[in-house]
């Protein structure tokens, strides 16, 4: 027997058995039928019920929403009107204190009164900016107080007030008490007032609730235990707008956590409709419908006791209760025998099956019972088997896929962050527009250029915004003019925090068949840089340009081969020639031919590459032939290959200097001759006139012994002037030699220690020390200086000797010598504690034979401090003294240079 066969003979047997079962089991169908009849009946009648609820809710939704969009229309249109505006602008003067007359208030309130009238509004409020009351009708309010501040900062107004302000569109309040309304429970329509795109404020409307309410409260076609329940959700508690059937004072009074209200209550809430079986807010079962209204954010229950609704199925599934128990059991006692023989097999063959479609493809069923089911076993195993091979292969085409998915994945998002790198590296954003998704996308690099968080909504207004004011309007009709098909391609400039940006802009715009756009995708260039560089290139030229025309010098700008290509008009003054004669005209035709040679040696250095500029002072001949004396500063401008290939130069007329260095050369040989012959004639008469002088002084004395006893007294004292005198000139002829042998011997200044030359002084000076008792300090590192060292220890001497000289005889004398250290020079100073200098006598003291006390008091010539001056000019430094008066000591300050 084929296999066709043994199937075709196992489903006859099967047919048998299973039309044997029917016949024994025939009183169980007919009892299940009228199970189904009854349980039909009672579906059809829950059904009904909840389709009644159904449309009953929707049309009160409707009846709300139709309520809601009138009100809210004539917000809007009451907001647009004329007479709102001019009542904002007037209370808003009127509230800073600007006069207006009473006829303009008396007018705007009519309006106002005729357009409130129109309506079905409990009171009307205008509210600045700021969330300030300006007007309110009719309860007439306080102007100037701030529903939005204080107690009431946080309110459903208050939210209501700033999302019709953020988002120029009429806002409506869930309801709520409202102080303003004496504790009455008010919805508010919040809707912007708006002149010109310009914000006046909101005009605030009270709606009148007790007509939502009513609509509620109808019980039509709801029979004895219908009821409407409206709700809202408060920061996690629901709250009751109306009266309720179980509780009449339940208007926005109680509250109740929103998970233990009813499952319809906080479905409805939550946004979704539906219809059910459930439980009520007094824990009765009921059949209700709900729904949710989004404009008032509220939700709605039309209820009716289940009891009331279902009590013809529930008496009718009473009475067949009994019949369908006796079938049943009748029914139940025959199949139990009969379905024992099948019913293990087939278990077996379920729990297999259990475990197979549970992922245990192992698993296999058993192989008993009848011949029927035993074949069937043997297929699901077969089915079993192949179905394991496929899972196989299919696991593994998975895995393949999802490490391409994988890989590619990785390829995308490395090419997204390139794209960020590279935009981020050239300074250029792009974004993309999608009307059709409604997105406008920037990227990362555009936020970046535009300063703007990555978390900011786009529009075109927050672009806009980001552009400076002054280019807003060029900005805006480009864009507009793409619209249109124009190309976009514009650089302006956009505000970022405090500064300023250039961008450049470009975009592609992609329109539909009916000419409307559709999609767009642009960049955006940060050209900062690039515009500050370009406006400092043009500055820098100006600036050129105009120093090049007005310059004092002459500016010449030559070939290689010293033709002129541009001269100013001062160089052309200088030589006496036109502008346009001196156009291509060469160097030579204007250079005086004894300086020809030296200038072309300069510009052949500067073509070998020896130098790059040169300066010159050489003649000029002008047309008219004379001779200038000019000072030419000359450079070269060199290609990329470094060949020179234009020449500038500055030149300056110098011919008064040359003339006034010649006359000055002249004067500077004649003072040196006159020097020569003064110092000459000084060592003469110091060195010369001591002999006659001392013979005067030695006869004087040999005539005051031989005729001194026959002298009266004021003979011997004219006698001891005139040896007195001799004595006096002679010390100063002595000192007058001093001072002019300063220099004379031309020695060179060479390095030398400055500590040896103050030792070297301090041994000269040692007897007057000893005798003054005098302390001599030396402070800080003694450094080599460029200097005589027979006229520093002479320097050294004479100003540490003034310093014991004029000494205080109060007190013992303190000399103190130190050095500080500049970048030029080192500066020396000796300190005493002395008797002192007037500062109104610094001026004398370092004049020749200049004495600021008496013989009598302190001996000398006066001539000291004038060789120390005379050292210093031939050592290239300076004196000075500083003193704060009689008896507070004195310091005399020096500089020399240093040593190298």
């Given at each position: 027997?084929?296999?066709?066969?043994?199937?075709?003979?196992?489903?006859?047997?099967?047919?048998?058995?299973?039309?044997?079962?029917?016949?024994?089991?025939?009183?169980?169908?007919?009892a299940?039928?009228?199970?189904?009849?009854?349980?039909?009946f009672?579906?059809?009648?829950?059904?009904?019920?909840?389709?009644?609820?159904?449309?009953?809710?929707?049309?009160?939704?409707?009846?709300?929403?139709?309520?809601?969009?009138?009100?809210?229309?004539?917000?809007?249109?009451?907001?647009?009107?004329t007479?709102?505006?001019?009542?904002?602008?007037?209370?808003?003067?009127?509230?800073?204190?600007?006069?207006?007359?009473?006829?303009?208030?008396?007018?705007?309130r009519?309006?106002?009164?005729?357009?409130?009238?129109?309506g079905?509004?409990?009171?009307?409020?205008?509210?600045?900016?700021?969330?300030?009351?300006?007007?309110?009708?009719p309860?007439?309010?306080?102007?100037?107080?701030?529903?939005?501040?204080?107690?009431?900062?946080?309110?459903?107004?208050?939210r209501a007030?700033?999302?019709?302000?953020?988002?120029?569109?009429?806002?409506?309040?869930?309801?709520?008490?409202?102080?303003a309304?004496?504790?009455?429970?008010?919805?508010?329509?919040?809707?912007?007032?708006?002149?010109?795109?310009?914000?006046?404020?909101t005009?605030?409307?009270?709606?009148?609730?007790?007509?939502?309410?009513?609509?509620?409260?109808?019980?039509?076609s709801?029979?004895?235990?219908?009821?409407?329940v409206?709700?809202?959700?408060d920061?996690?508690?629901?709250?009751?707008?109306?009266p309720?059937?179980?509780?009449?004072?339940?208007?926005?009074?109680?509250?109740?956590?929103?998970?233990?209200?009813?499952?319809?209550?906080?479905?409805?809430?939550?946004?979704?409709?539906?219809?059910?079986?459930?439980?009520?807010?007094?824990?009765?079962?009921?059949?209700a419908?709900w729904?949710?209204?989004?404009?008032?954010?509220?939700?709605?229950?039309?209820?009716m006791?289940?009891?009331?609704?279902?009590?013809?199925?529930?008496?009718?599934?009473?009475?067949?209760?009994?019949?369908?128990?006796?079938?049943?059991?009748?029914?139940?006692?025959?199949?139990?025998?009969?379905?024992?023989?099948?019913?293990?097999?087939?278990?077996?063959?379920?729990?297999?099956?259990?475990?197979?479609?549970?992922?245990?493809?192992?698993?296999?069923?058993?192989?008993?019972g009848?011949?029927?089911?035993?074949?069937?076993?043997?297929?699901?195993?077969?089915?079993?088997?192949?179905?394991?091979?496929?899972?196989?292969?299919?696991?593994?085409?998975?895995t393949?896929?999802?490490?391409?998915?994988?890989?590619?994945q990785?390829?995308?998002?490395?090419?997204?962050r390139?794209?960020?790198?590279?935009?981020?590296?050239?300074r250029?954003?792009?974004?993309?527009?999608?009307?059709?998704?409604?997105?406008?996308?920037?990227?990362?690099?555009?936020?970046?250029?535009?300063?703007?968080?990555?978390?900011?909504?786009?529009?075109?207004?927050?672009?806009?915004?980001?552009?400076?004011?002054?280019?807003?309007?060029?900005?805006d009709?480009?864009?507009?003019?793409?619209?249109?098909?124009?190309?976009?391609a514009?650089?302006?400039?956009?505000?970022?925090?405090?500064?300023?940006?250039w961008?450049?802009?470009?975009?592609?715009?992609?329109?539909?068949?009916?000419?409307?756009l559709?999609?767009?995708?642009?960049?955006?260039?940060?050209?900062?840089?690039q515009?500050?560089?370009?406006?400092?290139?043009?500055?820098?030229?100006?600036?050129?340009?105009?120093?090049?025309?007005?310059a004092?010098?002459?500016?010449?700008?030559?070939?290689?081969?010293?033709?002129?290509?541009?001269?100013?008009a001062?160089?052309?003054?200088?030589?006496?020639?036109?502008?346009?004669?001196?156009?291509?005209?060469?160097?030579?035709?204007?250079?005086?031919p004894?300086?020809?040679?030296?200038?072309?040696?300069?510009?052949?250095?500067?073509?070998?590459?020896?130098?790059?500029?040169?300066?010159?002072?050489?003649?000029?001949?002008?047309?008219?032939?004379?001779?200038?004396?000019?000072?030419?500063?000359?450079?070269?401008?060199?290609?990329?290959?470094?060949?020179?290939?234009?020449?500038?130069?500055?030149?300056?007329?110098?011919?008064?200097?040359?003339?006034?260095?010649?006359a000055?050369?002249?004067?500077?040989?004649?003072?040196?001759?006159?020097?020569?012959?003064?110092?000459?004639?000084?060592?003469?008469?110091?060195?010369?006139?001591?002999?006659?002088?001392?013979?005067?002084?030695?006869?004087?004395?040999?005539?005051?012994?031989?005729?001194?006893?026959?002298?009266?007294?004021?003979?011997?004292?004219?006698?001891?002037?005139?040896?007195e005198?001799?004595?006096?000139?002679?010390?100063?002829l002595?000192?007058?030699?001093?001072?002019?042998?300063?220099?004379?011997?031309?020695?060179?200044?060479?390095?030398?220690?400055?500590?040896?030359?103050?030792?070297?002084?301090?041994?000269?000076?040692?007897p007057?020390?000893?005798?003054?008792?005098?302390e001599?300090?030396?402070?800080?590192?003694?450094?080599?200086?460029?200097?005589?060292?027979?006229?520093?220890?002479?320097?050294?001497?004479?100003?540490i000797?003034?310093?014991?000289?004029?000494?205080?005889?109060?007190?013992?004398?303190?000399?103190?010598?130190?050095?500080?250290?500049?970048a030029?020079?080192?500066?020396?100073?000796?300190?005493?504690?002395?008797?002192?200098?007037?500062?109104?006598?610094?001026?004398?003291?370092?004049?020749?034979?200049?004495?600021?006390?008496?013989?009598?008091?302190y001996?000398?010539?006066?001539?000291?401090?004038?060789v120390?001056?005379?050292i210093?000019?031939?050592?290239?430094?300076?004196?000075?003294?500083?003193?704060?008066?009689a008896?507070?000591?004195?310091?005399f300050?020096?500089?020399?240079?240093?040593?190298?």
């Open positions: 027997m084929s296999r066709n066969d043994r199937s075709a003979e196992d489903g006859k047997r099967l047919l048998v058995r299973l039309m044997s079962a029917f016949l024994l089991l025939s009183a169980l169908p007919l299940g039928l009228a199970g189904l009849h009854l349980l039909a009672e579906q059809s009648l829950r059904e009904t019920t909840l389709l009644n609820l159904s449309s009953i809710a929707d049309k009160k939704v409707d009846q709300i929403d139709a309520y809601l969009n009138e009100r809210l229309t004539d917000s809007r249109v009451l907001a647009m009107a007479a709102t505006r001019e009542a904002m602008r007037t209370s808003a003067g009127l509230a800073q204190g600007r006069s207006t007359s009473d006829s303009a208030v008396a007018s705007f009519a309006d106002l009164q005729a357009l409130f009238d129109a079905d509004y409990e009171d009307l409020m205008l509210v600045d900016t700021s969330g300030n009351l300006l007007f309110s009708f309860r007439e309010a306080d102007p100037g107080t701030n529903p939005f501040s204080g107690q009431d900062g946080d309110t459903q107004l208050a007030y700033r999302e019709a302000i953020a988002l120029s569109e009429g806002q409506t309040t869930p309801a709520a008490l409202h102080t309304s004496d504790g009455q429970p008010v919805i508010l329509l919040v809707s912007p007032v708006l002149a010109a795109g310009q914000l006046l404020g005009l605030v409307l009270r709606l009148d609730l007790d007509n939502l309410i009513a609509v509620a409260s109808d019980t039509t709801l029979g004895q235990t219908g009821e409407t409206l709700a809202q959700a920061q996690g508690q629901a709250l009751y707008i109306g309720l059937r179980h509780r009449q004072d339940a208007a926005l009074h109680p509250r109740m956590a929103l998970e233990r209200t009813p499952p319809t209550t906080q479905a409805a809430l939550e946004g979704t409709h539906g219809s059910g079986l459930t439980w009520d807010y007094a824990l009765n079962e009921v059949a419908a729904r949710h209204l989004p404009a008032l954010g509220w939700g709605m229950v039309v209820k006791d289940a009891q009331e609704a279902l009590a013809p199925a529930r008496r009718l599934r009473d009475d067949s209760l009994t019949t369908l128990a006796l079938f049943l059991l009748l029914a139940g006692t025959a199949a139990f025998w009969f379905g024992r023989s099948l019913s293990h097999p087939i278990q077996r063959l379920a729990a297999a099956t259990r475990r197979i479609a549970a992922g245990d493809l192992g698993e296999r069923a058993a192989i008993a009848c011949r029927e089911l035993r074949g069937l076993a043997t297929s699901f195993n077969r089915m079993a088997d192949r179905l394991a091979e496929e899972q196989t292969r299919l696991e593994e085409r998975v393949e896929r999802t490490r391409a998915l994988r890989e590619s990785s390829r995308y998002e490395e090419s997204e390139n794209l960020e790198r590279a935009q981020k590296v050239a250029i954003g792009s974004w993309h527009l999608d009307l059709a998704g409604h997105r406008l996308e920037w990227s990362e690099e555009t936020y970046r250029i535009f300063g703007v968080d990555a978390r900011t909504p786009l529009s075109y207004e927050v672009f806009l915004k980001c552009v400076h004011p002054d280019d807003r309007a060029s900005v009709a480009a864009w507009r003019a793409t619209l249109k098909g124009a190309e976009y514009i650089d302006h400039r956009i505000l970022v925090g405090d500064g300023t940006k961008v450049r802009e470009q975009a592609e715009l992609l329109f539909d068949t009916e000419g409307r559709w999609a767009g995708i642009g960049t955006v260039q940060d050209i900062t840089a515009v500050m560089t370009d406006q400092a290139l043009r500055a820098s030229e100006e600036r050129l340009r105009s120093i090049f025309e007005r004092n010098a002459g500016i010449a700008f030559t070939d290689r081969e010293g033709n002129l290509i541009k001269v100013n001062c160089f052309a003054k200088l030589v006496e020639y036109r502008l346009e004669e001196l156009r291509g005209m060469n160097f030579a035709c204007f250079t005086h004894d300086d020809l040679a030296i200038e072309v040696g300069l510009l052949d250095e500067i073509e070998e590459g020896a130098r790059d500029e040169y300066r010159l002072e050489k003649r000029y001949l002008t047309k008219s032939g004379k001779l200038l004396w000019v000072d030419i500063a000359a450079s070269a401008v060199r290609d990329q290959r470094g060949t020179p290939i234009n020449f500038v130069g500055l030149v300056v007329d110098i011919t008064e200097r040359k003339r006034a260095e010649q000055l050369a002249e004067q500077h040989e004649q003072l040196a001759r006159s020097n020569a012959e003064l110092e000459q004639c000084a060592y003469i008469a110091s060195h010369d006139l001591r002999q006659p002088l001392r013979m005067v002084n030695s006869y004087v004395q040999l005539l005051q012994r031989r005729l001194d006893p026959h002298l009266d007294e004021e003979t011997r004292q004219m006698m001891g002037f005139v040896t005198g001799a004595v006096r000139m002679d010390q100063m002595v000192s007058l030699l001093e001072y002019s042998r300063v220099g004379r011997m031309d020695e060179p200044l060479a390095p030398i220690e400055s500590r040896g030359a103050i030792e070297e002084a301090l041994r000269f000076l040692g007057a020390i000893a005798e003054a008792q005098a001599i300090r030396l402070e800080g590192d003694w450094p080599r200086v460029l200097a005589n060292r027979n006229e520093l220890t002479r320097l050294f001497q004479n100003l000797g003034n310093a014991i000289k004029y000494r205080a005889r109060e007190r013992r004398p303190l000399v103190t010598l130190s050095v500080a250290s500049n030029e020079f080192w500066q020396f100073c000796v300190e005493d504690n002395g008797i002192g200098i007037d500062p109104t006598q610094f001026e004398h003291l370092f004049k020749l034979f200049q004495r600021l006390h008496g013989r009598e008091t001996e000398g010539t006066g001539i000291g401090l004038a120390c001056r005379k210093l000019d031939r050592h290239g430094g300076r004196i000075w003294v500083e003193s704060r008066g008896g507070r000591g004195s310091r300050r020096f500089t020399l240079q240093r040593a190298g």
